[in-house]
């Protein structure tokens, strides 16, 4: 399985563009899935639902499932958060799995930049950031930037970037 990132500061368009390439890379052809990292306590579960009374009653992992999805939940009850390695060990192998934030972990990434954000760029201090997506010139960077808008552009840039080619 293929492993790509898109990196960049809150209110970059980093989803906005993820979906895009979701559609793009997917009606190429590739099986495409995300690994979503939030800072919020964010929460899948509701209070009342039979899964949350499970997990308040101390159950670690709570699987619920439909003729439509299924959702894992596991409780960390105070451990470390996992590592990105972890969390795609738990992933169905696709041909791409595209990771949205864990921006200090060393997996290639694209970081979406706004200038008008006012936020630093993440590269150079990154590595791993092998290209950047703006809505906006950049000038004078040493590797590749990409109109935050094309998609097609960006799409491309990524399947080469992780060697999967249309065949």
Known sequence: ????????????GKTTLLEKLIIEIGGRGFSVSTLKHTHHAVDIDRPGKDSFRHREAGAIEVLVASSSRWAL??????????????????????????????KSHAHPKLEVHRPSLGKPMLW????????????????????????????????????????????
């Open 1 to 12: 399985m293929k492993v790509f990132g898109i990196a960049g500061w809150s209110g970059a």
């Open 73 to 102: 939940m596991h409780e960390l009850r105070g451990g470390a958060e996992p590592p990105v390695e972890e969390l795609i060990r738990h992933m169905t192998p696709v041909d791409l799995l595209i990771i949205e934030g864990f």
């Open 124 to 167: 150079p201090s990154d590595p791993t950031i092998a290209g950047i997506a703006s809505d906006q010139r950049l000038e004078g960077l040493t590797l590749p930037v990409l109109p935050l808008d094309d998609a097609a552009a960006i799409a491309e840039f990524v399947l080469a970037a992780v060697d999967l080619m249309a065949g």
